[in-house]
């Protein structure tokens, strides 16, 4: 059994599923985060999968690129989160909805 | 059944169960750790598929900085883990189910389409390539990439300054 375009496609479904579920049931902020991670680890695996399945190298460009956002989201977020703990001694963002009317 | 099928399927299951504990584990301690199982996993994956550069970016940025990270922000905020306990998690069942449901909707809409595929290109080096896709047909993406790296730092120092009382 070789290895084709879908095992790459059906491996980046799994990880975007998991991804979802962590954002939708995790109260921590920073698990949330994780989540968010997954997701976008996701997304590459599809682009090399296409990239390796298509010859050319753009696909890994994008890959590359997603890897930067995801670098930089993770700053910004975390800047966020210790801001929240700051002001409110906690992380869970279930109580974290002082702008709710 | 050759070596790189075996690799593939050994590191799919390492990136399969971090990626499932780094979901379903109720401590997020725990869940960071499952998660560096999950990237390495990845790494492999791309090296199987022959984005060599790729999966050493992934090890430097994943597993040696956005990691790091992660752990600081729990050492930094560790009250919550304590505070929340065993109820980190809510919704455990409708998020379970959602998941399941949009996987198998992802995989049929897969299972549906037909990819234009060429034959796996023999493995080779994609660093020179890749660099020259960056500084030629990508510059102006690489540029700006630059600027959002740099705003996105100096905005989280900025955020994370001792305010004035």
């Keep these: ?101 | 059944m050759g070596a790189d099928v075996i690799l593939f399927w050994v590191f799919a299951a390492m990136t399969v169960a971090g990626g499932l504990m780094a979901a379903l584990l109720p401590r997020v301690v725990h869940a960071v750790f499952s998660l560096l199982l999950c990237f390495l996993g990845v790494t492999g994956i791309y090296a199987v598929a022959g984005a060599d550069f790729l999966a050493v970016t992934q090890v430097v940025v994943y597993v040696g900085g956005v990691l790091v990270l992660f752990a600081f922000g729990i050492l930094l905020t560790g009250r919550t883990a304590l505070a929340l306990g065993d109820k980190e998690v809510r919704h455990r069942k409708t998020g379970l189910v959602l998941g399941v449901l949009l996987a198998a909707g992802l995989v049929t809409a897969i299972k549906g389409s037909v990819f234009k595929t060429a034959a796996a290109t023999p493995v080779e080096g994609t660093t020179e390539g890749l660099g020259k896709l960056l500084l030629g047909d990508y510059i102006i993406l690489f540029e700006f990439a630059s600027v959002l790296l740099l705003v996105a730092l100096v905005g989280a120092a900025y955020l994370v300054r001792r305010q004035p009382s």
């Design chain 1, 1 to 101: 059994m070789s290895i084709g375009l879908y095992h790459y496609l059906l491996l980046g479904t799994f990880l975007f599923a998991t991804g979802v579920v962590a954002v939708v049931t995790r109260r921590n902020a920073i698990g949330v985060l994780i989540g968010v991670e997954l997701i976008l680890n996701a997304a590459n695996v599809n682009l090399v999968g296409f990239s390796r399945y298509s010859g050319g190298l753009d696909a890994q460009v994008f890959a590359l690129f997603v890897i930067v956002l995801a670098a930089a989201e993770a700053a910004v977020a975390l800047a966020i989160i210790l801001q929240l703990f700051d002001k409110r001694t906690d992380v869970d963002v279930d109580r974290a909805s002082s702008l709710k009317g």
